[in-house]
């Protein structure tokens, strides 16, 4: 399980490592461009309900910490999917995994 530490939050964001890694990538960008945005994603089940929102600001100190050594293969079209929905007014919303499945 992965973790960003975001600012002086008070509690960690906690995300499965292979998501985690993919959206590293797109937070890098959008950062790296001095571009904010935010990132909202939905309460696992086991937490009270709904979702939460933060804003991300290139000034503002930000950590990704990853459980597992290696780096998974990224997922080009999930990065895509991310990255299109960091520049939508809505900012990025961490949906599941993009994958290619072969038509029968």
Not at 7 to 19: C, F, K, N, Q, V
Not at 49 to 65: A, E, K, N, Q, V
């Amino acid at each position: 399980m992965g973790v960003i530490h975001y600012g002086g939050a008070s509690e960690p964001l906690h995300i499965e490592d292979r998501a985690l890694a993919h959206l590293k990538v797109v937070i890098a960008t959008k950062l790296r461009r001095n571009e904010s945005f935010t990132l909202s994603w939905r309460h696992p089940d086991d937490e009270p309900g709904g979702r939460s929102t933060i804003w991300l600001h290139p000034s503002i100190p930000l950590r990704f910490t990853f459980g597992e050594p290696e780096v998974p293969q990224l997922n080009v079209k999930w990065i895509e999917e991310l990255m299109h929905s960091a520049n939508s007014t809505g900012g990025i919303m961490l949906v599941d995994e993009m994958l290619d499945v072969p038509e029968t």
